[in-house]
């Protein structure tokens, strides 16, 4: 990637981090801005997953352990499938991975 194609990226990038703050201190639902923003732009899964976790981060913190309670009692009372461990979307993965 050419220095300027990598400059023009990391300004989109900032650019759609300032409208998902924008968004969120006026009051936007963290569901419009996934849907809106981050899922219908034009970036990479690891772009889109910055994104996702930058929005999430402003969703209160009981909201956000609410919410992970509730998928992980979704996951616990599933039946499994073979031994296949539960691993982390591809997309937030690639953020703990480097």
């Known amino acids: 990637m050419s220095s300027s194609n990598r400059a ?3 300004s989109r990038l900032k650019d759609i981090q300032a409208e998902i703050a924008l968004r969120m201190r006026r009051g936007h639902t ?3 801005i996934e849907s809106e923003i981050i899922d ?3 970036f990479s899964e690891e772009e ?3 994104l996702w976790l930058y929005g999430w981060s402003f ?3 009981a909201y956000q352990r ?3 309670n509730a998928h992980i009692d979704r996951l616990a009372t599933r039946p499994r499938r ?3 461990r539960h691993r982390r979307p591809p997309a937030v993965a690639c953020l703990f991975t480097g």
Request: glycine share 14%.
């Open 8 to 10: 023009m990226l990391m």
């Open 30 to 32: 963290f569901a419009s």
């Open 40 to 42: 219908l732009g034009d």
């Open 48 to 50: 889109k997953a910055a």
């Open 59 to 61: 969703v209160p913190t």
């Open 66 to 68: 609410t919410e992970a």
């Open 82 to 84: 073979g031994g296949r």
